[in-house]
């Protein structure tokens, strides 16, 4: 894996935030210093200015990093709505440039960095004036390449498709994809991993189940 990786997905609610908390828990228990990052995050409970609920809190909780998890992003707002939305309701404008500064901080800070999108690569970050600004061009400013989560299950051949498709066109590497809620006994969900693989050329490096509390990753692929 890059020293930096964006974890992305084939859209929102795919277990994005439970598959990132497993991988940074993974390499910290493997003695690799990782951190964790969310340039953007909605849908949260707070009090008095500190998240009390939130995919930070998940991540950091989950992966027992020593962080605060309002250390971990730059915009939160209560609404679980889309970031572009969110921001005009808040009449806070999202600054590329704080997100920038802020992933350069954290990025100094380990060895290894995890970037969590919002929704899919497609998300809106900036949708005001003519200005057309996706999770793909934060992706491409960050320099990252991306792991892709999808679902096990019906139809995900589809969304796993297209995402990549989305991905090279637009000159982002996809280090791999990981299935979620995948079930081993299921032949669809078999089938869903042999075709990913098959017909976007990237490996399927991890699956995950419902529940699951750990995640098998080998060392080496952390060069």
């Not at 894996?1 to 964006?6: R, T, W």
């Not at 707070?46 to 971990?72: F, H, M, R």
């Not at 004036?129 to 096990?152: Q, T």
């Not at 589809?158 to 000159?171: C, D, F, G, R, V």
Request: glycine content about 6%.
């Amino acid at each position: 894996m890059s020293k930096n990786v964006f974890i992305t997905a084939t859209g929102t609610d795919i277990g994005k935030t439970y598959v990132s908390a497993l991988i940074v828990k993974k390499m910290r228990e493997m003695g690799l210093n990782c951190g964790y990052f969310k340039p953007v995050l909605s849908g949260v409970r707070e009090k008095d200015g500190k998240l009390l609920e939130s995919d930070c809190n998940y991540v950091v909780n989950t992966a027992k990093i020593p962080t605060e998890p309002d250390d971990c992003v730059v915009y939160w707002w209560k609404e679980a709505v889309s970031p572009h939305l969110a921001s005009i309701r808040a009449h806070e404008e999202i600054d590329i440039k704080k997100i920038k500064e802020a992933y350069i901080k954290k990025q100094n800070l380990y060895d290894y960095l995890l970037i969590e999108g919002a929704g899919g690569i497609t998300c809106p970050l900036r949708l005001q004036n003519g200005e057309k600004y996706l999770l793909k061009d934060l992706i491409k400013e960050l320099n990252s390449n991306i792991i892709i989560v999808a679902d096990g299950g019906l139809g995900t051949i589809n969304s796993i498709l297209l995402t990549t498709e989305y991905a090279k066109i637009n000159n982002i590497k996809v280090e791999g994809i990981i299935l979620n809620n995948f079930n081993q006994d299921s032949f669809m969900h078999q089938d869903n991993l042999k075709q990913a693989e098959y017909l976007t050329g990237v490996k399927v490096i991890a699956t995950v189940a419902k529940n699951q509390t750990d995640i098998k990753l080998l060392k080496e692929y952390f060069k």
